[in-house]
């Protein structure tokens, strides 16, 4: 990583209040250039806090930006933060005309040529793709990293019409812990605790919201962008990693956005900006890149973007498992459309005799993390124990022969016969060494349910066999010489999704059944990229601690009781001292339990505790949060519990619980 400090431009920074049509004011902070001269503006709207969460990650590429000529900002939402008003629902109506108020608020600067991009990572990410949908006139690019444009299917919530248990209940629970946190009175002034108090009155746990919509309805069309990508006229710059839950809207936006305004790169990375040096690498120069596109779309420049193929991949190699590399081999792939000319559909007939899939209720336990952030228990271990609770299907590729190299989604066509009306699917794609160690390339999970749609919910015909499809998620992969694609099918894939109500599994007939891969043909591309460059970090401090950290992925069997524990630590504890004397100390955990035959034994907990202590002004403040989330055959028990403090005085302690019927399975 290259720290850089000398720049095209001096820089300064103001955090100002942006004001909306309503009166509410938007918490902003401002890096410009000394210029006399307009330049463009650089937006991210996001809800996390950028006076301390983001704080860091902000230091690294807003002055940047700056240091190259764009005015680039970052605001936070409305109701979080230092900002003004109460919050709603992730992505409502209001957040959204929020940001195109805050875009022709920048347009209409002196400071400002009035052009505006937008970017961001996630939240970010899919704010400014709906920015984008909406088309102000301001807004003439976008760069969105790791971020989905259908926040139903690929936004840790619900996939393949399947409840994400690893996803919704934990990502719902962050939130509340999140939004509950108070504005910050160095920054908020005196009306710092007004507002707080104002915000938690209005506070409702988002976990409510999502399980009352377990199907694709207008409550998730209103937020997604998939629909309506044929509105988008900024021009599209988007970045995916292989390890990321979001990939799959890369290809959508490459394949459904007009050429002469989209690129994309898809790398081998987790859910992170591709330049922050976190594994898996290889890291590139993201900043060096995005400057290119702004430079293009927003400033006129000739920087040679449009002369960029359409698609840039990372093909991983072959490798032994292991949950967590600082590269994955392989190299960089171009492609001039999607779908690509050099990509063919390539199908392989399962074969062999019916066979009964009734997977123990912890199949999925070696998954890995619904969300990988660079972090040592990030990838998935070896599949051998996973693959042993599957049906599993090889396809050997020849040792004399080429590797088979796929760059796209696979699909399984699956003829089977369920033995109850409700019921689940997931395959997972393995590459098997000679040593029989299975790497898992990819996966994809399917609620039997919504197998004619994620729209609505049809119970599967008990005792007849039906031709399911599922598609896996968006893979890049060369199987080397004398290894095998292995298919693996399961009736559970515990956390990742929630189980159906009844475990009775489905009878799977191989000679109705297909896997078909995305097979890309060998090219030479000449394929590179910058370095890594940052401007110079924020100086957070992490005070050393003699405690042993709390391993990451911990995984506990009750042997007498059938029962099996995952405890989760999600990546958020410790303490961070900032430049300006705020201290705050995240501890989270997260616990998955199920008993090996029983579905209805599911059971989810979320525990997060939260200070913001500045000692200097006597401040300090606690958020704790615990969420939990079972079920029976009919409905989901949810149940939040917040408690909020200053000093010693509980100024907000509340408790939901919601019963909530089970609508798809």
Same mark, same amino acid.
């Given at each position: 990583?290259?720290?850089?400090?000398?720049?095209?431009?001096?820089?300064?920074?103001?955090?100002?209040?942006?004001?909306?049509?309503?009166t509410?004011?938007?918490?902003?902070r401002?890096?410009?250039?000394?210029?006399?001269?307009?330049?463009?503006?650089?937006?991210e709207?996001?809800?996390?806090?950028?006076?301390?969460?983001?704080a860091?990650?902000?230091?690294?590429?807003?002055?940047?930006?700056?240091?190259?000529?764009?005015?680039?900002?970052?605001?936070?939402?409305?109701?979080?933060?230092?900002?003004?008003?109460v919050?709603?629902?992730?992505?409502?109506?209001?957040?959204?005309?929020?940001?195109v108020? !805050?875009?022709?608020?920048?347009?209409?600067?002196?400071?400002?040529?009035?052009?505006?991009?937008?970017?961001?990572?996630?939240?970010?990410?899919?704010? *400014?793709?709906?920015?984008?949908?909406?088309?102000?006139?301001?807004?003439?690019?976008?760069?969105?990293?790791?971020?989905?444009?259908?926040?139903y299917?690929?936004?840790?919530?619900?996939?393949?019409?399947?409840?994400?248990?690893?996803?919704?209940?934990?990502?719902a629970?962050?939130?509340?812990?999140?939004?509950?946190r108070?504005?910050?009175?160095?920054?908020?002034?005196?009306?710092?605790?007004?507002?707080?108090?104002?915000r938690?009155?209005?506070?409702?746990?988002?976990?409510h919201?999502?399980?009352?919509?377990?199907t694709? &309805?207008?409550?998730?069309?209103?937020?997604?962008?998939?629909?309506?990508l044929?509105?988008?006229?900024?021009?599209?710059?988007?970045?995916?990693?292989?390890? &990321?839950?979001?990939?799959?809207?890369?290809?959508r936006?490459?394949?459904?956005?007009?050429?002469?305004?989209?690129?994309?790169?898809?790398?081998?990375?987790?859910?992170q900006y591709?330049?922050?040096?976190?594994?898996?690498?290889?890291?590139?120069?993201?900043?060096?890149?995005?400057?290119?596109?702004?430079?293009?779309?927003?400033?006129?420049?000739?920087?040679?973007?449009?002369?960029?193929?359409?698609?840039?991949?990372?093909?991983?190699?072959?490798?032994?498992?292991?949950?967590?590399?600082?590269?994955l081999?392989?190299?960089?792939?171009?492609?001039?459309?999607?779908?690509?000319?050099?990509?063919?559909?390539? /199908?392989?007939?399962?074969?062999?005799?019916?066979?009964?899939v009734r997977?123990?209720?912890?199949?999925?336990?070696?998954?890995?993390?619904?969300?990988?952030?660079?972090?040592?228990?990030?990838?998935?271990?070896?599949?051998?124990?996973?693959?042993?609770?599957? *049906?599993?299907?090889?396809?050997?590729?020849p040792?004399?022969?080429?590797p088979?190299?796929?760059?796209?989604?696979?699909?399984?066509?699956?003829?089977?016969?369920?033995?109850?009306?409700?019921?689940?699917?997931?395959?997972?794609?393995?590459?098997?060494?000679?040593?029989?160690s299975?790497?898992?390339?990819?996966?994809?999970?399917?609620?039997?349910?919504a197998?004619?749609?994620?729209?609505?919910?049809?119970?599967?015909?008990?005792?007849?066999?039906?031709?399911?499809?599922?598609?896996?998620?968006?893979?890049?992969?060369?199987?080397?010489?004398?290894?095998?694609?292995?298919?693996?099918?399961?009736?559970?894939?515990?956390?990742?999704i929630?189980?159906?109500?009844? *475990?009775?599994?489905?009878?799977?007939?191989?000679?109705?059944s /297909?896997?078909?891969?995305?097979?890309r043909?060998a090219?030479?591309?000449?394929?590179e990229?910058?370095?890594?460059?940052?401007?110079?970090?924020?100086?957070?401090?992490?005070?050393?601690?003699?405690e042993?950290?709390?391993?990451?992925?911990?995984?506990?069997?009750?042997v007498?009781?059938?029962?099996?524990?995952?405890?989760?630590?999600?990546?958020?504890g410790?303490?961070?001292?900032?430049?300006?004397?705020?201290?705050?100390?995240?501890?989270?955990?997260?616990?998955?339990?199920?008993?090996?035959?029983?579905?209805?034994?599911?059971?989810?907990?979320?525990?997060?505790?939260?200070?913001?202590?500045?000692?200097?002004?006597?401040w300090?403040?606690r958020?704790?949060?615990?969420?939990?989330?079972?079920?029976?055959a009919?409905?989901?028990?949810?149940s939040?519990? !917040?408690?909020?403090?200053?000093?010693?005085?509980?100024?907000?302690?509340?408790?939901?619980?919601?019963?909530?019927?089970?609508?798809?399975?």
């Amino acid at each position: 990583m290259s720290i850089r400090s000398d720049f095209p431009y001096e820089t300064v920074h103001d955090d100002v209040r942006i004001p909306l049509p309503d009166t509410t004011r938007l918490y902003a902070r401002v890096w410009r250039p000394v210029t006399d001269e307009p330049v463009p503006a650089l937006l991210e709207y996001l809800p996390y806090r950028l006076t301390d969460g983001t704080a860091a990650r902000d230091a690294e590429r807003h002055p940047w930006y700056a240091g190259h000529g764009y005015a680039s900002v970052r605001v936070d939402v409305r109701g979080h933060g230092n900002s003004e008003g109460v919050p709603g629902d992730a992505h409502d109506a209001t957040e959204l005309a929020d940001a195109v108020a !805050v875009v022709e608020w920048l347009a209409a600067q002196p400071w400002c040529t009035g052009r505006v991009g937008m970017f961001g990572t996630a939240w970010g990410g899919l704010a *400014a793709l709906r920015v984008a949908a909406l088309a102000p006139g301001p807004l003439q690019a976008v760069v969105a990293v790791c971020a989905t444009d259908d926040p139903y299917e690929d936004d840790l919530l619900y996939k393949g019409g399947s409840l994400l248990a690893a996803g919704l209940p934990a990502r719902a629970a962050r939130l509340l812990a999140h939004v509950c946190r108070p504005p910050d009175p160095r920054h908020a002034g005196e009306e710092w605790r007004a507002l707080w108090l104002r915000r938690l009155e209005a506070v409702r746990p988002f976990l409510h919201t999502w399980l009352a919509h377990q199907t694709l &309805d207008d409550h998730w069309r209103a937020a997604a962008v998939r629909e309506d990508l044929a509105a988008v006229r900024a021009a599209v710059l988007a970045f995916g990693g292989f390890q &990321d839950p979001h990939r799959n809207a890369v290809l959508r936006l490459v394949e459904q956005l007009p050429q002469d305004r989209v690129r994309a790169v898809l790398g081998p990375w987790c859910h992170q900006y591709p330049d922050r040096g976190l594994p898996p690498g290889p890291s590139i120069g993201f900043l060096q890149e995005t400057l290119r596109w702004w430079d293009h779309h927003l400033k006129g420049i000739d920087s040679g973007v449009a002369a960029e193929p359409l698609l840039r991949s990372w093909i991983t190699a072959s490798h032994a498992p292991a949950t967590v590399r600082e590269e994955l081999p392989g190299h960089w792939a171009a492609d001039p459309a999607w779908p690509s000319p050099h990509v063919t559909p390539v /199908s392989y007939a399962l074969g062999g005799d019916p066979v009964l899939v009734r997977s123990p209720q912890h199949t999925g336990l070696d998954a890995g993390p619904l969300l990988p952030q660079g972090r040592e228990a990030d990838l998935p271990p070896d599949q051998r124990e996973d693959d042993a609770r599957s *049906a599993c299907f090889d396809f050997p590729v020849p040792a004399d022969g080429e590797p088979v190299t796929i760059l796209g989604r696979p699909r399984a066509v699956l003829a089977l016969r369920c033995h109850a009306p409700t019921g689940q699917v997931a395959a997972r794609l393995c590459d098997v060494a000679p040593d029989g160690s299975s790497t898992l390339v990819t996966r994809g999970v399917l609620n039997l349910s919504a197998r004619y749609g994620s729209d609505r919910a049809v119970e599967a015909q008990v005792g007849e066999t039906e031709e399911v499809v599922l598609d896996l998620d968006a893979a890049g992969h060369a199987f080397a010489p004398g290894h095998r694609v292995r298919l693996a099918v399961s009736s559970a894939y515990w956390p990742w999704i929630w189980p159906q109500p009844d *475990a009775a599994g489905f009878t799977l007939d191989p000679d109705g059944s /297909s896997l078909t891969l995305p097979v890309r043909t060998a090219t030479r591309d000449a394929v590179e990229f910058a370095p890594p460059e940052h401007a110079e970090p924020l100086a957070v401090v992490i005070p050393a601690t003699l405690e042993e950290p709390r391993p990451e992925r911990l995984v506990l069997r009750d042997v007498a009781k059938g029962e099996w524990r995952l405890e989760a630590d999600p990546g958020h504890g410790g303490t961070r001292v900032h430049p300006d004397g705020l201290e705050v100390t995240e501890e989270a955990l997260e616990t998955y339990t199920i008993v090996e035959h029983d579905p209805l034994s599911a059971r989810t907990t979320s525990e997060r505790a939260i200070r913001l202590h500045r000692p200097e002004d006597a401040w300090d403040v606690r958020v704790t949060a615990r969420s939990e989330l079972s079920c029976d055959a009919d409905a989901f028990t949810a149940s939040d519990e !917040v408690i909020c403090t200053e000093g010693a005085e509980v100024v907000f302690h509340r408790t939901w619980e919601r019963l909530v019927p089970r609508r798809s399975g």
